[in-house]
């Protein structure tokens, strides 16, 4: 009998495929991904990987041809295809801005009525006007949408941003988020029971990777008499693990603390005593 096996869909090549690649590194799940392959077995978990265009992944999904597949929630929303979103990811954080040439008088997005707006994700877009009620054409063109308003083709653009300099380099100013993206997981309706399994036992990594990313294993050490106040400030999974140093009067302190307290613990830490503080990345954190 062969073993049944979840057929994930990933990015060939893009933006979102080192990520995608080094989450499933960090779960555990190696595999191949030569120039060129476009489908892979992974050696130690029973999942099968597609190699796609971003755009394909969503249909791929909804029609079952893959199970599983990673991609950007723009793309998802765009495709109006009936997937599952398992679980957001983390990584390929984007937005989908409308933005304007810098000479652009723009008050509101009322501002945009009847003007010619250039953009690949038509769909969203629309809703997004029908929501605020604004009639404006919208032309879909397929890729560098940026050079659109200097072309004469458009009088804005609705395109993805990250850092805003690819906008800055062509003359436009970001005016108003349409939507915020993420990497997410997402799955075909109905998976089967014995697929589903190895999802959960694939989203229990997942997680567990996630939840690493958001720690730091911190170690210092500090005298005795302030062992009380300086274990004050961190308080681990459970408590903090005190063990004696070699030398008398000082204890070795090991715990966890979350990435966004990083820097205030560290300085209260300092304050109170603490020395020779090391921090380190956790790279799977299981709850
Ligand atoms: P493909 O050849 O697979 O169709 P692509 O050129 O359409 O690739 P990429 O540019 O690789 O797509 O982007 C893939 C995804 O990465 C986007 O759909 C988006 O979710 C995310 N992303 C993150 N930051 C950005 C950004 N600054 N610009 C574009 N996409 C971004
Ligand atoms: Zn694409």
């Not at 979350?258 to 603490?274: M, S, T, Y």
């Amino acid at each position: 009998m062969t073993e049944t096996k979840l057929k994930i869909a990933l990015q060939k090549s893009g933006r979102l495929s080192e990520d995608s690649h080094n989450l499933l590194k960090k779960c555990g799940i190696g595999f191949g991904s030569g120039t060129g392959k476009l489908r892979s077995e992974a050696q130690n978990f029973p999942l099968e990987i597609y190699f796609l265009r971003d755009d394909d992944i969503p249909e791929y999904v909804a029609d079952g041809v893959a199970d599983i597949g990673i991609v950007g929630e723009n793309v998802l929303a765009e495709s109006r295809k009936n997937v599952e979103i398992v679980e957001k990811l983390g990584f390929g954080k984007c937005r989908l801005s409308l933005a304007v040439p810098k000479n652009f008088q723009f008050g509101s997005v009322k501002d945009l009525a009847a003007k010619r707006i250039a953009t690949s994700y038509p769909n969203i877009l629309r809703d997004f006007f029908q929501k605020n009620e604004i009639s404006a054409e919208i032309h879909t063109i397929s890729g560098s949408v940026e050079i659109a308003p200097s072309i004469g083709l458009a009088d804005a653009v609705c395109d993805l941003v990250s850092s805003g300099s690819t906008l800055f380099t062509n003359g436009l100013r970001e005016v108003e988020t349409v939507l915020n993206s993420e990497a997410v997981l997402i799955a075909r309706p109905n998976l089967d029971e014995t697929a589903r399994k190895i999802l959960e036992k694939l989203l229990f990594r997942i997680k567990s990777v996630k939840a690493a990313a958001q720690n730091k294993y911190i170690l210092l050490n500090a005298p005795n008499d302030k062992l009380d106040e300086i274990t004050r400030f961190l308080p681990g999974i459970k408590s903090p693990t005190v063990m004696p140093l070699a030398e008398t009067g000082w204890s070795s302190v090991h715990s966890v603390i979350n990435e966004n307290d990083f820097w205030e613990i560290v300085e209260n830490l300092k304050n109170a005593g603490a020395e020779g503080i090391l921090v380190l990345s956790i790279d799977q954190m299981i709850q």
